[in-house]
Every structure is written in structure tokens, then in C-alpha cells.
């Protein structure tokens, strides 16, 4: 018997929800959970294309298409319910590397370990190596992530809004 609960385990957990909440720290499935409350506007316990249409609208977008909102509860297997959101958010995060690989990736960048890569350098090494990072791209990034006075970029703040989706509060 042990066998195929171990079998059965092994299927779930390479393409199935079994275990979502796995893949988040505690702080994150809070801040997850927050969203999906504010987000269900109807508090049902699941997100429909009423709630979308009911939040989008706080924000100022009144004027979105039917079309648009089937589109995103489309993108749900099912029902949206708070399992589904995170598995969904889980889904779109799958491949991005943990937070301390992508801080030590840039820890190359930085031989004096001072958390800070300068701007110029950045911007040299993101648009001139692999995939290139054009104009609008860079200007974006300045935008979201301003270097200091004296031209040097926070790297693991950055590496924190890749892994988690915002910015650390100090």
C-alpha cells in the first residue's frame, strides 16, 4: 500500500496543487491571501468576473470588456477559490530561481560585498549581453529601481521585488 501513496504523491506534486502552499513562505501567503480577500468583493470564497469587474473599477478601470474578464477567470482550471489563486500565482512564478541564488549571481557583480553594483555598469552589462535589455526596458528599470546620489543600485532590493513582488519595507 505504502507504494502507491508514495506513487500517487510523486504525480501530484509535478504538475498538481498538492502542495502550493509549499512553495511560499508564511509572509507570502498572507500578503497572497489579503489580495485574493480584496479581490473577492463579494466575500464567496471565490473570484468571479463580477469581483474582477467590481475591483478593476476601485482602481479606476470602469470600462473593461466581458470579453477581457472571461478571459482572465479562463485562465483558472475551475473555480477561483484561495488554493487556485495561489496555484496560480505558483504557476507563473514556477521557473524564477530562489531569492539567494539570484542575490549570489549578482555577489559576482560586487567583489567589495557592498550590496550595490553601479549604474553604468548595469546598464552596460544589460544591454550588450545576451537577452538585451532595450531603452524602454531600461528606462523601466531605473523607474522601479532609482540608483542612489552616487550612482549605485540596491541589487538586493531587486533581487527581493523579483522573488516576492515588491519592495522590502525598511
Known amino acids: 500500500m505504502a507504494p502507491k501513496k508514495a506513487k500517487r504523491r510523486q504525480q501530484q506534486g509535478e504538475g498538481g496543487s498538492s502542495n ?36 478593476l473599477a476601485t482602481m479606476g478601470q470602469l470600462n473593461v470588456k466581458n470579453e477581457e474578464l ?24 514556477k521557473g524564477a530561481d530562489p531569492e539567494d541564488v539570484i542575490v549570489s549571481a549578482f555577489k559576482v557583480l560586487d567583489p567589495e560585498a557592498t550590496g550595490f553594483i553601479k549604474k553604468e555598469f548595469l546598464e552596460e552589462l544589460l544591454t550588450t549581453q545576451c537577452d538585451r535589455f532595450t531603452a524602454e526596458e531600461m528606462t523601466n528599470l531605473w523607474a522601479a529601481f532609482p540608483p542612489d546620489v552616487a550612482g549605485n543600485v540596491d541589487y538586493k532590493n531587486i533581487c527581493y521585488v523579483i522573488t516576492h513582488g515588491e519592495d522590502k519595507e525598511e
Not at 480584496?38 to 467590481?54: T, V
Not at 472571461?70 to 512564478?93: C, D, H, Q, R
Open 20 to 55: 502550493v502552499f509549499s512553495m511560499f513562505e508564511q509572509s507570502q501567503i498572507q500578503e497572497y491571501k489579503e489580495a485574493f480577500t480584496i479581490i473577492d468583493q463579494n466575500r464567496d470564497g471565490i473570484i468571479s468576473k463580477d469581483d474582477l469587474r467590481d475591483v
Open 70 to 93: 472571461e478571459a482572465m477567470v479562463k485562465e483558472a482550471s475551475g473555480p477561483i477559490n484561495f488554493t487556485v489563486f495561489l496555484t496560480m500565482f505558483g504557476e507563473k512564478l
